[in-house]
Protein backbone atom coordinates (compact mmCIF):
# COMPACT_ATOMS: atom_id res chain seq x y z
CA UNK A 1 0.00 0.00 0.00
CA UNK A 2 1.26 3.40 -0.84
CA UNK A 3 0.92 5.20 1.79
CA UNK A 4 -1.19 7.62 0.75
CA UNK A 5 -1.10 10.82 3.43
CA UNK A 6 2.70 11.08 2.33
CA UNK A 7 1.05 11.63 -1.11
CA UNK A 8 1.15 15.66 -2.11
CA UNK A 9 -1.12 16.99 -4.52
CA UNK A 10 -0.20 20.15 -6.19
CA UNK A 11 -0.63 22.09 -9.65
CA UNK A 12 1.89 22.40 -11.62
CA UNK A 13 3.24 25.34 -12.42
CA UNK A 14 3.93 26.82 -15.88
CA UNK A 15 8.32 26.78 -15.45
CA UNK A 16 7.86 23.24 -14.15
CA UNK A 17 8.67 20.17 -16.73
CA UNK A 18 5.26 18.93 -17.63
CA UNK A 19 5.01 14.65 -17.54
CA UNK A 20 4.28 13.67 -20.85
CA UNK A 21 5.44 10.03 -20.06
CA UNK A 22 2.73 9.70 -17.86
CA UNK A 23 0.57 11.66 -19.51
CA UNK A 24 0.99 9.06 -22.83
CA UNK A 25 -0.06 6.40 -20.79
CA UNK A 26 -3.62 8.22 -20.85
CA UNK A 27 -3.60 9.46 -24.31
CA UNK A 28 -1.32 7.72 -26.93
CA UNK A 29 -1.53 11.47 -28.84
CA UNK A 30 1.14 14.01 -28.30
CA UNK A 31 -0.99 17.01 -30.47
CA UNK A 32 -4.32 15.99 -28.49
CA UNK A 33 -2.32 16.26 -25.36
CA UNK A 34 -0.70 19.46 -26.25
CA UNK A 35 -4.40 20.85 -27.88
CA UNK A 36 -6.01 20.10 -24.39
CA UNK A 37 -3.23 21.58 -22.20
CA UNK A 38 -3.23 25.16 -23.86
CA UNK A 39 -6.08 25.56 -21.60
CA UNK A 40 -6.11 23.46 -18.85
CA UNK A 41 -4.89 23.12 -15.47
CA UNK A 42 -2.42 20.19 -14.53
CA UNK A 43 -2.25 18.57 -11.15
CA UNK A 44 0.46 16.10 -9.80
CA UNK A 45 0.50 13.65 -7.54
CA UNK A 46 3.90 13.30 -5.38
CA UNK A 47 5.55 10.84 -3.28
CA UNK A 48 8.86 11.91 -1.40
CA UNK A 49 8.96 14.53 -4.43
CA UNK A 50 8.36 11.78 -6.96
CA UNK A 51 5.74 12.65 -9.71
CA UNK A 52 3.69 9.38 -9.46
CA UNK A 53 0.43 10.28 -10.98
CA UNK A 54 -0.74 13.41 -12.66
CA UNK A 55 -4.70 14.73 -13.81
CA UNK A 56 -5.54 16.98 -16.28
CA UNK A 57 -8.70 19.91 -15.21
CA UNK A 58 -10.26 21.39 -18.44
CA UNK A 59 -13.06 24.15 -17.97
CA UNK A 60 -15.78 22.92 -20.61
CA UNK A 61 -18.28 25.43 -19.34
CA UNK A 62 -19.64 27.81 -16.49
CA UNK A 63 -20.24 25.15 -14.50
CA UNK A 64 -18.95 21.79 -16.16
CA UNK A 65 -15.42 20.70 -15.70
CA UNK A 66 -13.31 17.82 -17.32
CA UNK A 67 -11.30 15.30 -16.73
CA UNK A 68 -8.84 15.34 -20.05
CA UNK A 69 -6.45 12.92 -18.60
CA UNK A 70 -5.17 10.64 -15.56
CA UNK A 71 -2.49 8.57 -14.97
CA UNK A 72 -0.71 6.56 -12.37
CA UNK A 73 3.26 5.29 -12.84
CA UNK A 74 3.05 1.24 -13.09
CA UNK A 75 4.60 0.68 -9.93
CA UNK A 76 2.50 2.88 -7.75
CA UNK A 77 -1.22 1.53 -9.73
CA UNK A 78 -3.66 -0.57 -8.65
CA UNK A 79 -3.00 1.00 -4.73
CA UNK A 80 -5.59 3.87 -4.64
CA UNK A 81 -3.89 6.55 -6.33
CA UNK A 82 -6.42 7.11 -9.25
CA UNK A 83 -9.09 6.70 -6.83
CA UNK A 84 -7.29 10.09 -4.76
CA UNK A 85 -6.55 11.78 -7.86
CA UNK A 86 -10.55 11.36 -8.72
CA UNK A 87 -11.56 12.57 -5.63
CA UNK A 88 -9.09 15.46 -5.88
CA UNK A 89 -10.56 16.49 -8.92
CA UNK A 90 -13.92 16.43 -8.06
CA UNK A 91 -13.34 18.77 -4.78
CA UNK A 92 -11.01 21.09 -7.24
CA UNK A 93 -13.95 21.03 -9.48
CA UNK A 94 -16.92 22.04 -7.06
CA UNK A 95 -14.31 24.14 -5.29
CA UNK A 96 -14.35 26.22 -8.43
CA UNK A 97 -17.92 26.70 -9.34
CA UNK A 98 -18.68 23.49 -11.13
CA UNK A 99 -21.81 21.46 -10.43
CA UNK A 100 -20.48 18.68 -13.18
CA UNK A 101 -17.40 16.63 -13.58
CA UNK A 102 -17.10 14.63 -16.52
CA UNK A 103 -14.58 11.64 -17.87
CA UNK A 104 -14.04 10.09 -21.06
CA UNK A 105 -12.69 6.92 -22.31
CA UNK A 106 -12.84 4.34 -24.85
CA UNK A 107 -15.44 2.08 -25.48
CA UNK A 108 -12.90 -0.76 -24.97
CA UNK A 109 -11.30 0.84 -21.26
CA UNK A 110 -13.18 -1.89 -19.41
CA UNK A 111 -10.93 -1.23 -16.34
CA UNK A 112 -11.29 2.42 -16.07
CA UNK A 113 -15.17 1.96 -16.75
CA UNK A 114 -15.32 0.27 -13.45
CA UNK A 115 -13.13 2.56 -12.00
CA UNK A 116 -14.69 5.64 -12.83
CA UNK A 117 -18.32 3.96 -12.43
CA UNK A 118 -17.34 3.20 -8.36
CA UNK A 119 -15.65 6.75 -8.11
CA UNK A 120 -19.37 7.43 -8.90
CA UNK A 121 -19.58 8.62 -12.19
CA UNK A 122 -22.47 7.29 -14.53
CA UNK A 123 -22.41 6.95 -18.00
CA UNK A 124 -24.15 9.86 -19.93
CA UNK A 125 -23.10 10.08 -23.09
CA UNK A 126 -21.42 8.46 -26.47
CA UNK A 127 -18.80 10.41 -28.71
CA UNK A 128 -19.42 8.13 -31.33
CA UNK A 129 -16.27 6.91 -33.83
CA UNK A 130 -14.29 9.49 -31.35
CA UNK A 131 -10.87 7.25 -31.40
CA UNK A 132 -11.06 6.11 -34.97
CA UNK A 133 -11.70 9.67 -36.55
CA UNK A 134 -9.25 11.90 -34.23
CA UNK A 135 -6.53 9.27 -33.93
CA UNK A 136 -3.47 8.69 -37.17
CA UNK A 137 -3.46 4.95 -35.97
CA UNK A 138 -5.79 2.59 -34.45
CA UNK A 139 -5.45 1.87 -31.07
CA UNK A 140 -6.42 -1.44 -29.62
CA UNK A 141 -7.38 -2.67 -25.59
CA UNK A 142 -7.65 -5.97 -24.33
CA UNK A 143 -8.05 -7.54 -28.29
CA UNK A 144 -10.44 -4.52 -29.14
CA UNK A 145 -10.28 -1.29 -30.90
CA UNK A 146 -11.14 1.91 -29.18
CA UNK A 147 -14.10 3.45 -31.75
CA UNK A 148 -16.29 5.39 -29.38
CA UNK A 149 -15.75 7.78 -26.16
CA UNK A 150 -18.19 7.20 -23.57
CA UNK A 151 -18.73 10.29 -21.44
CA UNK A 152 -19.23 9.64 -17.87
CA UNK A 153 -20.74 12.48 -15.80
CA UNK A 154 -20.21 12.86 -11.85
CA UNK A 155 -22.84 15.42 -10.19
CA UNK A 156 -20.92 17.56 -7.45
CA UNK A 157 -23.61 19.18 -5.81
CA UNK A 158 -25.47 16.23 -3.02
CA UNK A 159 -29.15 17.34 -4.32
CA UNK A 160 -27.64 16.01 -8.15
N1 LIG B 1 -9.08 -3.64 -13.36
C1 LIG B 1 -10.15 -3.60 -12.51
N2 LIG B 1 -10.29 -2.70 -11.53
C2 LIG B 1 -9.32 -1.80 -11.39
C3 LIG B 1 -8.17 -1.76 -12.23
C4 LIG B 1 -8.08 -2.75 -13.23
N3 LIG B 1 -7.03 -2.79 -14.08
N4 LIG B 1 -7.38 -0.73 -11.85
C5 LIG B 1 -8.01 -0.17 -10.80
N5 LIG B 1 -9.17 -0.81 -10.54
C6 LIG B 1 -10.11 -0.55 -9.47
C7 LIG B 1 -9.46 -0.90 -8.16
O1 LIG B 1 -9.73 -2.24 -7.81
C8 LIG B 1 -10.08 0.07 -7.22
O2 LIG B 1 -11.33 -0.38 -6.78
P1 LIG B 1 -11.64 -0.47 -5.20
O3 LIG B 1 -11.58 0.96 -4.68
O4 LIG B 1 -13.02 -1.03 -5.17
O5 LIG B 1 -10.59 -1.34 -4.63
C9 LIG B 1 -10.36 1.30 -8.06
O6 LIG B 1 -10.37 0.86 -9.41
C10 LIG B 1 -9.31 2.34 -7.84
O7 LIG B 1 -8.05 1.84 -8.22
P2 LIG B 1 -6.73 2.68 -8.03
O8 LIG B 1 -5.69 1.82 -7.40
O9 LIG B 1 -7.04 3.96 -7.35
O10 LIG B 1 -6.32 2.98 -9.54
P3 LIG B 1 -4.86 3.36 -10.06
O11 LIG B 1 -4.06 4.08 -9.05
O12 LIG B 1 -4.23 2.17 -10.68
O13 LIG B 1 -5.21 4.39 -11.23
C11 LIG B 1 -5.51 4.53 -13.60
C12 LIG B 1 -6.10 4.03 -12.26
C13 LIG B 1 -6.50 4.18 -14.71
C14 LIG B 1 -5.32 6.04 -13.55
C15 LIG B 1 -4.14 3.81 -13.80
O14 LIG B 1 -4.34 2.44 -13.84
C16 LIG B 1 -3.40 4.25 -15.04
O15 LIG B 1 -2.61 5.20 -15.01
N6 LIG B 1 -3.62 3.58 -16.18
C17 LIG B 1 -2.93 3.97 -17.42
C18 LIG B 1 -3.46 5.28 -17.96
C19 LIG B 1 -4.95 5.25 -18.20
O16 LIG B 1 -5.50 4.28 -18.71
N7 LIG B 1 -5.62 6.36 -17.84
C20 LIG B 1 -7.03 6.53 -18.02
C21 LIG B 1 -7.35 6.85 -19.45
S1 LIG B 1 -9.13 6.99 -19.64
Not at 58 to 77: C, D, M, R, W, Y
Not at 105 to 114: E, F, K, R, V, W
Not at 149 to 156: F, Y
Amino acid sequence: MNPQSEIQVRILEKPEPIPYALLLLADPSLEMIDAYLQNAVIYIAELQKETIGVYVLFSTGPETAEIKNIAVEPVHQGKGVGKMLLEHAAQMAKASGCNTLLIGTADSSISQLSLYQKAGFKITGLKKDFFSHNYDQPIYENGVQCKDMVILSKGLNSSY
